[in-house]
Every structure is written in structure tokens, then in C-alpha cells.
Nanobody, 121 residues
């Protein structure tokens, strides 16, 4: 069973930073590609970033390139999303996901419960 537990969300002013964390098991992080999605009120869930189980170049949606960084610490069984220069339009519930698909086709087969990120202007 794949379990994903997000943390690190909160309220931040525009231009600020937050780091989200997704804790999972050793089996999951060493087997699945991992990624982040987000869902803003009244909008569909959208892909944010993904990283291969073995590391390598991550994949980002265009709107977060240069501001967000996805990384993984396999020793801690945790995936991170460092979010810098946050904008009000980044406000959403952020979900951690695991998937076997390549990062460029990442859709998410397993999901965490989500963590709220609110960016004030």
C-alpha cells in the first residue's frame, strides 16, 4: 500500500517561500516516480512537478519553472517542493503523488491528503 503524507503548507505573502514535504515509505520512494499537483478553488487539479525514482532531471509545468524546485531525499523517504517567489495565483491545495509513468507523462496513481498553500497579495 502506498501512503503519502504532505506537510509544510501555510499562509505566506507574495514573494515569500515555503517548502512542502511528502513523507512516504522506503519501498515507495525507491520504486515510484514522485510528483506534485495542485488544485485551486473552482479549478481542475493541475500538474506542478515530478522527479524520477532514480533522480535525474525533474519536470515542471511552465508557470513554476525558475521558482519551484522538486527534490528527493531517499535516506529520509521524503520528497520536497521548494517554492520561492510565490504569487497569489499559486494559492491551492498541493498534493503529493506517486506514479510509474515517465515524469513527462506523470498523472498520479496514488495521492496524499493535500496541504493548503495560501499566498496573500
Amino acid at each position: 500500500q502506498v501512503q503519502l503524507v504532505e506537510s509544510g503548507g501555510g499562509l505566506v505573502q507574495a514573494g515569500g517561500s515555503l517548502r512542502l514535504a511528502c513523507a512516504t515509505s522506503a519501498r515507495t520512494i525507491n520504486t515510484y516516480n514522485m510528483g506534485w499537483f495542485r488544485q485551486a478553488p473552482g479549478k481542475e487539479r493541475e500538474f506542478v512537478a515530478a522527479i524520477r525514482w532514480s533522480g535525474g532531471l525533474p519536470y515542471y509545468t511552465e508557470s513554476v519553472k525558475g521558482r519551484f524546485t522538486i527534490s528527493r531525499d531517499n535516506a529520509k523517504n521524503t520528497v520536497y517542493l521548494q517554492m520561492n517567489n510565490l504569487k497569489p495565483e499559486d494559492t491551492a491545495v498541493y498534493y503529493c503523488a506517486a506514479d510509474y509513468r515517465p515524469v513527462a507523462q506523470f498523472m498520479g496513481d496514488y495521492w496524499g491528503q493535500g496541504t493548503q498553500v495560501t499566498v496573500s497579495s
